[in-house]
DNA sequence: ACTGTTAGGATACGACTGTATCCATTCGAA
DNA sequence: TTCGAATGGATACAGTCGTATCCTAACAGT
């Protein structure tokens, strides 16, 4: 088994045993070892696929980054054809929150990474940069909703999709802690979505 | 100086010394014998006045849970005399934001805080419980303020809290990355205001 | 068939962790 | 004045951490 190993292969289980830990027991439970151990392979495994503790950090880092923006462009994509506005963004903030366990299980690590980040500046600039693209594409679309007469013109679309964003988050952190289950975040979104577009249907009427 | 301490007193200085440690570096960066650097002790005085790690980090927490409490109240109390209902909604969610360097370094200890309690069950029991008051308190005001008239009617007073409390987080966590000013989670929250409560004057006007 | 690179097992190092123990003060109460 | 509790300095212990080193296989190219 020794010769010719797949490199990317070994560094992407190597990675989703390191998410698994810092999903379920925090990051601060992730080390070399119990990677190896999640892994099922010896410490030297680790060692030799990852320079460092910190590119392994980073790497799960970028992992969850990839997967979170995966989720919503599966999601806003295959809302994008048959769905009103409304439901284009119901389907974006639905795939922000967490609608599984999976999912569940990646905002639990994306938090953990997202507060080491807040101390750690390796971790900042491998993670708090490049957000705005998701934004930019929300407002793109509210602000062409606007010209549709779908939306208020009395609406900026800028805020309001950086308000929506920031609720999305504020109800995961609740839907994590308990607090709140998965449908009553959902419940606030649509209520907020409500307002913002009309009570209307999700799906667009048929043409007449 | 051995004999007869102020043994709450202690605890205090130690509490501090261990948030600001928490605030600036991390909860990871936080251990005994920082914390007796921090406060200017030996490690045995750590020990001494706390009998366990998890009763050092518990006080944190507690402590932390107290100042967010007293700062809310202090704004609150003092707005609800002599502003508008929506004057108080503003008081309370800019007392959530981090608003000056302090606040901010709580808040970010508050984020280490919250987030370990996810994956570490002795602090979830300390810190993921209280939290409710604040929500009970804002949808009786908000409730009072829609039979007053000053809320549309077709409002859902619990829904329009839980959503402010969730986007004030929501906001507070992108502030402490650094993709937010303060100012401009402040615009958000108002703009949201101003949707709920219509444009008005933050204070209430004369009575002729 | 030989050789050098690749892949990993085994082990060790120094630093750091929470906790425990031993011991010397110092003060209040008797 | 004596004694015992309160206070805290010094040190030790057993783990765990990231990292480094040593060594042995196994294969590819010659």
């Known amino acids: 088994m020794p010769r010719q190993v797949d490199h990317d292969e070994r560094r992407r289980q190597l990675t989703e045993a390191l998410l698994r830990i810092a999903s379920t027991r925090g990051l601060q439970a992730v080390s070399m070892r119990e990677i190896a151990a999640e892994a099922g392979v010896s410490l030297r495994v680790v060692q030799y696929y990852f320079t460092n503790k910190l590119a ?55 938090t953990a990474y997202y507060t080491a980040a807040l101390t750690d500046p390796a971790l900042a600039a491998v993670g708090l940069t490049l957000p705005n693209a998701l934004e930019d594409f ?57 307002r913002l577009f009309g009570p209307a249907a999700t799906r667009r009427p048929p043409p007449d």
Chains 1, 2 share one sequence.
């Open 56 to 110: 392994l950090l980073e790497s799960g880092f970028t992992e969850l980054g990839a997967r979170m923006d995966r989720r919503v462009k599966q999601r806003a994509g295959a809302a994008a054809g048959e769905l009103t506005p409304r439901g284009v963004f119901a389907a974006v903030l639905g795939a922000i929150l967490p609608f599984d366990e999976q999912s569940k299980l990646d905002s639990m690590a994306w």
């Open 138 to 194: 929300l407002t793109v679309r509210l602000t062409a909703a606007q010209q549709a007469g779908d939306v208020a013109s009395d609406r900026d679309p800028r805020t309001e999709v950086a308000t929506l964003l920031a609720l999305a988050n504020g109800l995961t952190a609740s839907v994590l802690g308990r607090q709140r289950s998965h449908e009553a975040a959902v419940a606030i979104i649509d209520y907020h979505l409500d």
